[in-house]
């Protein structure tokens, strides 16, 4: 098992940059692909939505649409950390943040076994 530990949120205006870590411990997170989702103000768990995903050695990604020229994932397996970089923050990405692991997954179809506790990210007009 791995646990997962995201840091990094805040309140930023729009425009602006926030970078967002996801640390591993037990299992390396080479072990696993890694995806970032995120649960807009007022829906349930079942509407988070992966807007980043991340292969085992960090050679593949996949992005939703909306946030694909815009965040940047990226992984250092030897610190055992993920990173989303997100810049142009738009009002619209305001969320919650989880960092997720998969075992066996797809990058494309990410069905996360782990879970973080997630971190607020608030994008101000």
């Known amino acids: 098992q791995v646990q997962l530990a995201e840091s990094g949120g805040g309140l930023v205006q729009a425009g602006g940059s926030l970078r967002l870590s996801c640390a591993a411990s037990?299992?390396?997170?080479?072990?696993?692909?890694i995806g970032w989702f995120r649960q807009a103000p007022g829906k349930d768990r079942k509407d988070r939505e992966c807007?980043?995903?991340?292969?085992?050695?960090?050679?593949?990604?996949n992005y939703v649409d909306s946030v694909k020229d815009r965040f940047t994932i990226t992984r250092d397996n030897v610190k055992n950390t993920v990173v989303l970089q997100m810049n142009n923050l738009k009002p619209e990405d305001t969320a919650v943040y989880y960092c997720?692991?998969?075992?066996?997954?797809?990058?494309?179809?990410?069905?996360?076994?782990?879970w973080g506790q997630g971190t607020q990210v608030t994008v101000s007009s």
């Open positions: 997720a692991a998969s075992v066996g997954s797809s990058i494309t179809k990410i069905r996360p076994e782990y």
């Open positions: 807007v980043a995903a991340i292969s085992r050695g960090g050679t593949m990604t």
């Open positions: 037990g299992r390396t997170v080479s072990s696993y692909v």
